[in-house]
Nanobody, 116 residues
């Protein structure tokens, strides 16, 4: 079965950095696009970044462009989100997501808190 497991969240000061990781299993990872979403309390989940199956194409929310970088390692079935210059408004639970055979799969999320 498809499994996505995020890690790397935590508490960081404004201006700091974190790298989130998502370990994928149960599907042919290298043939599917991957995405990072985030959600804060009371708000809908929003797309943060996406990456194509081969890693050539990426897209970002305007709010994170120039600060976040999505990448993947198809040999390790991993997708990453490097987050730099973090701001308090980046505080959220971050989720890894993919769609396999028209079904969406989500990880359990990892919490990121940006606060001094």
């Amino acid at each position: 079965q498809v499994q996505l497991v995020e890690s790397g969240g935590g508490l960081v000061q404004p201006g700091g950095s974190l790298r989130l990781s998502c370990a994928a299993s149960g599907f042919t990872f290298s043939t599917y696009a991957m995405n990072w979403y985030r959600q804060t309390l009371g708000k809908e989940r929003e797309l943060v970044a996406g990456i194509s199956s081969g890693g050539v194409f990426t897209n970002y929310a305007d709010s994170v462009k120039g600060r976040f970088t999505i990448s993947r390692d198809n040999a390790k079935n991993m997708v990453y989100l490097q987050m730099n210059n973090l701001k308090p408004e980046d505080t959220a639970v971050y989720y890894c997501k993919t769609s396999v055979s028209w079904v969406s799969y989500w990880g359990q999320g990892t919490r990121v808190t940006v606060s001094s």
